[in-house]
């Protein structure tokens, strides 16, 4: 009788042992276990191994689980009757082979499920026979175990969501920058942009007096659009560097010292990242905006976008609109 009730036991705490494994291992995704080994956890390296092969684990620990209840029954019946024994079986299995294993080990999935991986591989070895052939045909009919994948919405939810209690995993700054890199791709040079109201521009055949010249150091602006005639057609841009040391009753003219290489004009329709891949590739710090008539709209800069991904004003990079 005491053995009989010593194996009753045993097969309680392997059949929860089972179960709570099949929720905690299938709870973990395979990219997650990917992503640390990376990182160089171990445990998830122990765990991967296993894992890797999702249905030939499922299978297995299946087949674990339903031999030790029927087993756990025929030992259980031998100690007493059958009525008593079903109440026995039922009570037993509900708390110590459902409630207990599936409430503890998803909470340490990873840690339990390394811990644990010697017996996992004991088990695919003894019901490989049977567990085998039914993975295959699951493998055939299911495909491979699809990764997960988050929505650029639901990574800013994540974040938002470790930095309120993740215990200083990520910081307020850190969220800020993270949201706005998230989010930044899916503005239009439209919504950064400066407009042409606000952007101070030269026509080409302006002289560089005096009276201009303090004018454009009092304004501060370290790129001026220029324009030859037609106000909705930018030709150039002046860089103030480039009038550094020129003495006041020069006889130049506007165009004579504006650049006209290199010039980038884009739509206000494109794409924020594209701009700011445009401007990193052509190494230069700002883009005339056009309309859909090619009609100068204004200006966008590089600071422009770093200030909507940062989330914060650079005054010290960008003290004027279209500097």
């Avoid at 276990?33 to 620990?61: F, M, W």
């Avoid at 339903?66 to 025929?74: C, F, G, K, R």
Wanted: proline letters at 3%; glycine letters at 8%; hydrophobic letters at 50%.
């Amino acid at each position: 009788m005491w053995f009989n009730l010593f194996v009753v036991v045993a097969l309680v705490v392997l059949s929860g042992t089972f179960a709570g494994l099949t929720l905690a291992l299938f709870g973990i995704k395979l990219t997650t276990l990917e992503r640390k080994i990376s990182l160089g956890d171990h445990q998830a390296e122990k765990v991967y191994r296993i894992r890797k092969n999702g249905n030939l684990l499922l299978c297995t620990l299946l087949l674990g689980n339903v031999a030790s209840y029927t087993i756990m029954t025929i030992f259980l019946g031998s100690i007493t009757t059958g009525v008593i024994a079903g109440f026995i079986a039922t009570a037993l299995i509900f708390v110590f082979g459902e409630i207990l294993p599936q409430a503890i080990f998803p909470r340490y999935a990873l840690q339990i499920g390394a811990r644990l991986s010697w017996l996992v591989w004991v088990l695919l070895v003894l019901f490989y026979p049977v567990a085998a052939p039914i993975a295959w045909v699951l493998d055939k009919v299911l495909g491979e175990e699809p990764p997960v994948l988050w929505s650029k919405r639901e990574l800013g939810e994540i974040i938002k969501f470790h930095k309120e209690v993740g215990d200083g995993i990520i910081d307020k700054d850190e969220e800020r920058i993270i949201l706005g890199a998230l989010s930044f791709s899916e503005l239009r040079v439209a919504d950064i942009m400066i407009p042409r109201k606000d952007v101070f521009f030269l026509e080409g055949k302006t002289m560089l007096k005096e009276e201009l010249l303090e004018k454009i150091k009092a304004k501060g602006y370290s790129r001026i659009p220029v324009y030859d005639g037609d106000k909705n057609k930018i030709t150039g841009i002046l860089y103030a560097k480039n009038l550094i040391g020129l003495a006041t009753g020069n006889n130049y003219r506007v165009q004579d010292l504006c650049s006209r290489e290199n010039l980038i004009t884009v739509r206000q329709s494109l794409r924020l990242d594209d701009l700011l891949n445009l401007l990193v590739f052509r190494k230069m710090h700002m883009a005339i905006i056009t309309g859909g008539n090619e009609h100068f709209k204004g200006v966008a800069t590089l600071e422009d976008i770093m200030e909507e991904i940062l989330k914060t004003e650079l005054e010290d990079l960008k003290p004027h609109p279209s500097s």
